[in-house]
């Protein structure tokens, strides 16, 4: 690994991992198959990389520093890694290209600043994948797989469950990385539900997801007045009246995804959601 030719930078959230029994064990959990399509996020000095592509599969791999690229570029050369696609970007700026084929398996370490940022893209972009394996920080690994009614429990976790299940496979040391991080990290594997399975409406949703922890303490009967006020009760069925009933005074961490589903149902039955 040619840590020399690379000194981390703090503002790219270069921590490398520097044992490959963990890297090891993280592409594992990709569990790649022949002709499977691999996309990584920021491959760095290639501890995954390297793995992955000792695999028959198709890699495209997305790192922003130049350095970086210059020297995966020298390490995994065209002629001898004709699948291996390497992209000098930021991610934040990558369309993912639309397409019927294979889905597509995602890894990465990834920079602790922009993991929120990265998982919320994932979870919007309007493609098919089938998993997802990542480091991140260990809280906000606790954060995706939160319980209701738990300080953890938020926008990310909703916004996990109506794409994918998330799970936590094992956490690794900050000893493990080169500069040593001051957090522990997690690794998860997010696996996407079939497109059929996932719930629609995702960014109607989450507004309303928004719009309730916002201001977490409060009742929803209080951040969601606007809408609840649009609601016409005369054209609602008892059912329905007695779950809103059961709900309106619930602060936003009591509901589950499905509660926050059937909300959205009722309101846009009378209004756009605001
Ligand atoms: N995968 C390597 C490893 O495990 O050692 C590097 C992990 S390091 C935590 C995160 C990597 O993401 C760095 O190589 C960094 O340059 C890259 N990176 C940071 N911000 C990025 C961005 N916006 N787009 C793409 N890559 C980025």
Request: hydrophobic letters at 40%.
């Amino acid at each position: 690994m040619n840590l020399k030719a690379i000194a981390p930078k703090k503002s790219l959230g270069q921590n490398f991992l520097i044992d490959k029994n963990i890297s090891r064990k993280i592409v594992s959990l990709l569990e790649i198959n022949n002709d499977d399509k691999i996309f990584e996020i920021g491959p760095g000095t290639g501890a995954l990389t390297s793995i992955i592509l000792e695999n028959n599969c198709n890699l495209t791999a997305i790192e922003i520093d130049e350095r970086a690229v210059i020297d995966l570029k020298s390490k995994f050369s065209e002629n001898e890694f004709p699948n291996f696609t390497l992209i000098n970007q930021n991610f934040k700026d990558y369309n993912f290209e639309k397409s019927s084929e294979k889905p597509l398996k995602i890894i990465g370490n990834i920079p602790y600043y922009l993991s929120s940022e990265i998982i919320f893209k994932l979870l919007e972009a309007d493609i098919n994948i089938k998993c997802a394996v990542l480091t991140i920080q260990k809280e906000l690994a606790e954060r995706l797989v939160a319980n209701a009614n738990s300080k953890d429990y938020g926008i990310l976790t909703l916004a996990m469950n109506m794409k994918a299940n998330c799970k936590i496979e094992f956490n690794i040391s900050p000893q493990c990385f080169y500069p040593v991080p001051n957090v522990w990290s997690s690794v998860i594997k997010i696996s996407f539900f079939e497109k059929a399975k996932q719930i629609e409406n995702y960014k109607e949703i989450m507004k309303i997801i928004r719009l309730a922890f916002n201001q977490r303490r409060k009742m929803i009967s209080n951040t969601l007045k606007i809408n609840f006020n649009k609601i016409n009760y005369n054209e609602v069925d008892e059912n329905d009246k007695a779950k809103i009933i059961s709900l309106i005074n619930k602060r936003p961490e009591q509901l589950i995804i499905n509660d926050f589903v059937f909300l959205y149902n009722i309101f846009s039955n009378f209004s756009k959601i605001k």
